[in-house]
Each structure stands twice: as structure tokens, then as C-alpha cells.
């Protein structure tokens, strides 16, 4: 390769880096919350994630593979859906960056799921956090 096609392919190298940078596109992060909580508890998981400069196409919460709950933007008669689970309660104060919900039982225990995904490319991104229900014994 000889000096000019070095520099040209430097050249769009660094483009590309720029032109990446100022796009912005989803970035996930991770979920917050607790690792541990006891059987009547209500908490909380936060889907931590950046939209960039995409829209929200749908955010979907999982427990074991299981769908919970849904948002989905773009339908106007009904933006969200709760699918019921056993021992999980998920509560009207979730959102989509935050699942809020009262665990009852041992089989609440188990892996929530944040899944987001964005319009036009669909591209689609989730994180997961691992939570165990403490039930003490009855005396």
C-alpha cells in the first residue's frame, strides 16, 4: 500500500469514528436493583439503557423467558400490558425503565429481563439480573 492510500484509508477510518460518534444509537447498561429480597416485599428493577437519538419501538420485561410486561409506543389504544405470573404482582407504578413489582413467594425467585428495542432498525438490546425470595420459615 503506498502513501496515498494510506492516508485515504486514515482519512475515512476517522470519518467513520466521527460520523459513529455524533449518530448515537441504543446503548444498554445494565439492570439495577436488588439481588435479595424477602417473601411481601415491593421493589424495584431500572432498566438502565440510551435511547441516542432512536425512539422507543417496544420495552418488554421478562421473568425467566416468560413476558411480564410490554410497552409499546405506537399503539394508542393500549400502550401497555401486564401478563400475570404467579407470586409476582407487578404494580402500577412501573415504566418502562422500571419494573415495580411485590414478590410473594419462592417462585418469584428467578431472572428479570429488560429488552428494549428501537424503530427503524429494530435493533434490540437486553440486560438481566438474577433475584432470590427469601421465604423464612413459619414458626
Known amino acids: 500500500m503506498n502513501i496515498l492510500q494510506k492516508v485515504v484509508v486514515t482519512v475515512i477510518f476517522i470519518m467513520s469514528l466521527i460520523i459513529r460518534s455524533e449518530v448515537g444509537c441504543l446503548e444498554m447498561f445494565g439492570v439495577g436493583g436488588p439481588e435479595w429480597a424477602h417473601s411481601g416485599d415491593s421493589l424495584e428493577l431500572v432498566c438502565k439503557y440510551d435511547l441516542g437519538r432512536d425512539h422507543i419501538y417496544s420495552v418488554?420485561?421478562?421473568?425467566?423467558n416468560a413476558e411480564i410486561w410490554r410497552y409499546l409506543?405506537?399503539?394508542k389504544s393500549q400502550n401497555t400490558w401486564v401478563f400475570p405470573l404467579a407470586e409476582v404482582q407487578i404494580l402500577n407504578s412501573t415504566r418502562p425503565h422500571k419494573l415495580a413489582v411485590i414478590v410473594s413467594g419462592p417462585r418469584a425467585s428467578g431472572t428479570y429481563r429488560c429488552e428494549v428495542s428501537v424503530e427503524k432498525t429494530f435493533l434490540t438490546l437486553s440486560s438481566a439480573r438474577n433475584l432470590t425470595v427469601v421465604v423464612p420459615p413459619s414458626s
Open 60 to 64: 418488554k420485561w421478562y421473568k425467566d
Open 73 to 75: 409506543p405506537s399503539d
